[in-house]
């Protein structure tokens, strides 16, 4: 499982995506999402607007298996 941080409260699964470099684009989230298991928190997910928070579990076949985390800002 790989951790992946996260700035603010939520960020959206297409941009989730693209930071996990799954997709090259944010205008390629929804044939991706359409051709391709995508499980958040155990349940099947194809909205590329849906939300998702430090805490949840993203699996993308073919890609592996992620958990979003707070970013923790130190300087």
Do not use: W
């Amino acid at each position: 499982m790989k951790l992946i941080p996260i700035h603010g409260s939520y960020i959206t699964l297409g941009q989730f995506l693209k930071l996990t470099n799954c997709i090259d684009t944010g205008g390629q989230a929804k044939g991706f999402l359409e051709q391709t298991l995508v499980k958040v928190n155990g349940e099947p997910e194809q909205r590329r607007g849906r939300k998702l928070k430090p805490g949840d579990q993203i699996e993308v076949s073919g890609h592996g298996v992620f958990q979003l985390t707070e970013q923790n800002e130190c300087f």
